[in-house]
């Protein structure tokens, strides 16, 4: 067993880890996973148990925890009229399946492959975050028909590969397509919950090599309870300051914060 001494921190660094992540999830829409996957694995690494499905183990118990945390964030969102409900229905079936592909991918990649895909979605969406504007407009509404198929489920599929929830990829799509703000945050907390049910129970399937201690499957159980207690804490205080502040600056600071948490996992994958 890990002795108290080497636990200790961890748990500490993960209530602090949490309480920003609910935040983050509650006022800019894009989920804590973005937060916690690279937290999750910089920690597990710092202890020694870098094995070779590490990222799985991150991913896996950070989609467990959007399973709690989305629930708590619907809830807030829709008190607030925020959530579309209609929207959520149409697109679940899409964002469903596209979840079950992205863990079944997910399982049989390694380690250091689905860092690098991390790296290069994470900047991609750090670079969004500070330069997207909400002017933008695609459509005055979102897709029906095959596209609708295809785009819920490269929404589910890509974040599962990232262990997140739906606001990443759900929020910046629903805006292009006409949708207020607020509601696009409220509605992709909904998808976050459709993407995360069946991808965390898949990883809780998984056997996983040189899993850190009190782990089942790819899910760390310490990390899910500290992590879970935090985030239903601290996610109501974001859903709040969402609706009564312009989080814009905050948002550009956390893009910056996101490009160089990216650029650095690239490093670690390309050995430097």
Same mark, same amino acid.
């Given at each position: 067993?890990? *002795?108290?001494?080497?636990? #200790?921190?961890?748990?500490?660094?993960?209530?602090?880890?949490?309480?920003?992540?609910?935040?983050?999830?509650?006022?800019?829409?894009?989920?804590? %996973?973005?937060? =916690?996957?690279?937290? +999750?694995?910089?920690?597990?690494?710092?202890?020694?148990?870098?094995?070779?499905?590490?990222? /799985?183990?991150?991913?896996?118990? !950070?989609?467990?925890?959007?399973?709690?945390?989305?629930?708590?964030?619907?809830?807030?969102? *829709?008190?607030?009229?925020?959530? *579309?409900?209609?929207?959520?229905?149409?697109?679940?079936?899409?964002?469903?399946?596209?979840?079950?592909?992205?863990?079944?991918?997910?399982? /049989?990649?390694?380690?250091? $492959? =689905? /860092?690098?895909? +991390? %790296?290069?979605?994470?900047?991609?969406?750090?670079?969004?975050?500070?330069?997207?504007?909400?002017?933008?407009?695609?459509?005055?509404?979102?897709? /029906?028909?095959?596209?609708?198929?295809?785009?819920?489920?490269?929404?589910? #599929?890509? !974040?599962? =590969?990232? %262990?997140?929830?739906?606001?990443?990829?759900?929020?910046?799509?629903?805006?292009?397509?006409?949708?207020?703000?607020?509601?696009?945050?409220?509605?992709?907390?909904? +998808?976050?919950?459709?993407?995360?049910?069946?991808?965390?129970?898949?990883?809780?399937?998984?056997?996983?090599? %040189?899993?850190?201690?009190?782990?089942?499957?790819?899910?760390?159980?310490?990390?899910?309870?500290?992590?879970?207690?935090?985030?239903?804490?601290? $996610?109501?205080?974001?859903?709040?300051?969402?609706?009564?502040?312009?989080?814009?600056?905050?948002?550009?600071?956390?893009?910056?914060?996101?490009?160089?948490?990216?650029?650095?996992?690239?490093?670690?994958?390309?050995?430097?």
């Amino acid at each position: 067993m890990t *002795d108290l001494a080497t636990w #200790l921190p961890m748990l500490l660094l993960l209530v602090f880890i949490g309480g920003i992540a609910g935040v983050i999830a509650g006022l800019l829409g894009v989920g804590g %996973g973005i937060v =916690l996957v690279p937290a +999750f694995f910089y920690t597990f690494s710092h202890l020694g148990y870098d094995g070779p499905q590490l990222m /799985q183990v991150c991913l896996g118990t !950070s989609l467990a925890t959007i399973m709690a945390t989305a629930m708590r964030s619907v809830r807030a969102h *829709d008190r607030k009229g925020a959530v *579309d409900w209609d929207l959520l229905k149409g697109w679940a079936p899409s964002i469903a399946i596209g979840a079950v592909a992205g863990f079944l991918l997910a399982s /049989q990649l390694k380690s250091v $492959t =689905l /860092q690098a895909v +991390f %790296g290069v979605l994470g900047l991609l969406a750090g670079v969004w975050m500070a330069f997207g504007r909400a002017d933008w407009h695609l459509a005055d509404r979102l897709p /029906q028909g095959p596209a609708k198929w295809g785009m819920g489920g490269g929404l589910g #599929l890509l !974040s599962v =590969l990232m %262990g997140i929830g739906g606001g990443t990829f759900g929020v910046p799509m629903m805006t292009l397509f006409g949708m207020p703000i607020h509601r696009a945050v409220g509605t992709a907390s909904g +998808f976050g919950l459709i993407i995360a049910i069946p991808s965390a129970i898949g990883f809780l399937t998984m056997r996983v090599e %040189g899993a850190p201690p009190l782990s089942l499957g790819a899910v760390n159980l310490p990390a899910f309870a500290v992590i879970v207690a935090m985030t239903l804490l601290t $996610t109501p205080i974001g859903v709040h300051l969402a609706h009564a502040m312009n989080p814009k600056p905050l948002k550009r600071a956390f893009a910056a914060f996101l490009v160089l948490v990216a650029l650095n996992m690239l490093r670690k994958v390309a050995g430097w």
